[in-house]
């Protein structure tokens, strides 16, 4: 980690409270700037928050922009499982570690409770640790407002409502939340349902941003066979569209789940919207190779007899955990919950239970994989 731009050499500790060398004794001993943000860094997001309130330097240390991009370095390496839990008071979010390669069934606890959003309306996605609202209505400047995007963080538990696209609709308005690498940059890409060059597109909620490039899911009619990939480049802000080859598109079906394939964009098909059961067989992955070229590959996975043995409910495809491994969970939360891990690799199956989300038994959940937290402050 490079160092602060700030001095702290004059920081000490003595007694457990922090103050200036000038009323400490002479045996006191500076503590170093990249011990003190070491220190911090292996706190967890909610102590951290309580940190910022201790004192000003304090605060302004965990704010600085090197301490938040070393957090989130750090928090990419292991990244976790995240819960948005939907009740009447709002959207709960706790987050778990998330297994990977797991040998076994086994269990883990969602017992980090990361922040409360009194907004329970649509969660559209999530890009770098921040999720991007769309709220039906909400309360701003002694008014109610109608569709009013808000970007929040669960681990800061701060949200910030976001400019409205100018637009004659009061919804239809699709928004997708990306982040730029190359200047470091949260991007905010909203459309209408429209024509685009004569064509008349039809999105879709699920997307990803891989490599500062925003990726969904898209027909040229409404309510017709998926047909496209739509792409927009967060440093260009230019939107282009990839078309499936011939023998794709006769394969195509009304729901596709979107994954980075060891960085590459990945469609996971089932057959029937999306969701996956006891009965199937199989299912396919098609990886594009070159975007230019509107060259896809397919592979297909054949499903061990175990899955029958495992799955008694609906799933439904949550992603991929690494390179091999694709999640499964149940549309209807039983309680335990759980979630069932296939390795494409060594075609195993896996069921890993989740356990601390029993008071939501019957209340909607989604789960997201690769989950970093990122304790920058909105």
Not at 6 to 34: A, Q, W, Y
Not at 166 to 178: A, D, F, I, P, T
Request: aromatic share 12%; proline share 4%.
């Amino acid at each position: 980690m490079k160092p602060l731009q700030k001095n702290f050499s004059d920081m000490t500790i003595s007694g457990g409270v922090t103050e200036s060398t000038s009323t400490l004794d002479r045996n006191s001993l500076p503590i170093p700037d990249e011990v003190i943000a070491e220190i911090f860094s292996r706190l967890s997001s909610e102590s951290i928050a309580r940190c910022r309130c201790v004192c000003k330097l304090w605060s302004s240390i965990l704010a600085h922009q090197d301490f938040t991009e070393s957090f989130l370095t750090k928090s990419r390496a292991r990244p976790q499982l995240l819960f948005a839990c939907d009740a009447f008071t709002g959207t709960f979010f706790f987050s778990s570690a998330q297994p990977e390669n797991p040998k076994e069934n086994s269990y883990v606890v969602a017992s980090n409770h990361l922040a409360r959003f009194s907004i329970s309306d649509e969660l559209c996605g999530c890009t770098n640790g921040f999720f991007l609202y769309v709220s039906k209505m909400i309360w701003i400047q002694n008014e109610f407002q109608l569709y009013v995007p808000l970007m929040c963080n669960p681990s800061t538990g701060q949200f910030l409502t976001l400019p409205k696209l100018k637009s004659g609709k009061s919804c239809g308005v699709e928004n997708y939340l990306g982040y730029e690498p190359i200047a470091n940059e949260l991007k905010v890409f909203s459309m209408e349902l429209s024509r685009v060059n004569g064509v008349l597109i039809s999105v879709e909620h699920q997307w990803i941003c891989i490599s500062g490039v925003i990726y969904y899911a898209a027909s040229s009619h409404s309510y017709s066979l998926i047909s496209m990939v739509a792409c927009f480049d967060l440093r260009s802000e230019k939107l282009s569209f990839i078309k499936f080859m011939e023998t794709f598109s006769k394969e195509m079906h009304h729901s596709a789940t979107i994954v980075n394939y060891n960085g590459k964009l990945g469609l996971l098909m089932s057959r029937d919207y999306g969701l996956v059961h006891r009965a199937n067989a199989s299912f396919e992955l098609w990886v594009l190779q070159d975007a230019a070229k509107h060259e896809w590959s397919k592979l297909v996975f054949v499903l061990p007899p175990l899955w029958k043995d495992v799955v008694v409910d609906t799933m439904c495809i949550s992603g991929m955990v690494g390179t091999n491994e694709i999640v499964f969970s149940p549309i209807y939360q039983r309680d335990p919950f759980y979630v069932i891990y296939y390795n494409v690799e060594s075609k195993t199956i896996t069921k890993i239970g989740i356990q601390g989300l029993e008071a939501f038994q019957g209340k909607s959940l989604n789960i997201y994989l690769n989950y970093v937290e990122n304790v920058k402050l909105l």
